[in-house]
């Protein structure tokens, strides 16, 4: 029984963090996108996801200062590499524990 409720919580915080890794990898390239057709900055839209990716893009670019390459920015790049490798060493390893739990569990009840 507390393989199974592992399981589930395992999975649940598995399948959450991947899709708000996934969400917010879309607010970052719509952000990028917008960069090229220079939107309204008072647009509620606008600001949302200049409030959203600024904070993260102004750490990259603090951290990483060789990012700014002839005035263009690539800390979009490497926000999205981020989440891909996050996604590639957090969650895929947490949906495969959580599988294996579950493969335990189904042996378990075979044998039994």
Known sequence: ?????????????????????????????????????????YNPVVRFLRSVTEPVFYQVRRRLPFIVVSGMDLSPIVVMLGIYVLQTVVVEPLREFAFTLHAAAIGRVLAG
């Open 1 to 41: 029984m507390g393989n199974v409720l592992l399981r589930q919580i395992t999975l649940a915080i598995a399948t959450v963090l991947g899709s708000l890794l996934n969400l917010y990898w879309w607010i970052v390239l719509i952000a990028v996108l917008l960069t090229w057709v220079n939107p309204d900055p």
